[in-house]
């Protein structure tokens, strides 16, 4: 008996030949919208944001845009960040160029 039959065997009688949810994969399709932020000094920041499109989420946009800022800017993490950053002028999220 080759290997071939002996799996056929074990799936006639009913055994798992593979485990449970391995033939599933589990990787995203596509990544967030995009939060664009231009902080009152010029600087602008582009950040992938894990939320849905029909709902954006603001303020973690806006976290996100402030620890980008403060990294650029080598700020220490341990400061405020809406203290130590400037004001964000403009925001908005966008995929593939357009805005949502």
């Not at 074990?10 to 599933?24: C, E, H, Q, S, W």
């Amino acid at each position: 008996m080759n290997l071939e039959d002996a799996i056929a065997c074990l799936k006639a009688n009913g055994y798992r030949v593979t485990k449970p949810g391995t033939r599933r994969s589990k990787t995203k399709d596509r990544v967030g919208p995009t939060f664009v932020a231009i902080f009152a000094d010029g600087a602008k920041t582009r950040m992938s944001c894990c939320c849905s499109d029909e709902k954006p989420d603001w303020a973690r946009g806006e976290a996100l845009a402030r620890a980008a800022y403060a990294s650029r800017n080598r700020f220490s993490f341990n400061l405020d960040l809406a203290v130590a950053c400037p004001a964000i002028a403009a925001s908005w999220f966008e995929r593939d160029g357009v805005r949502i």
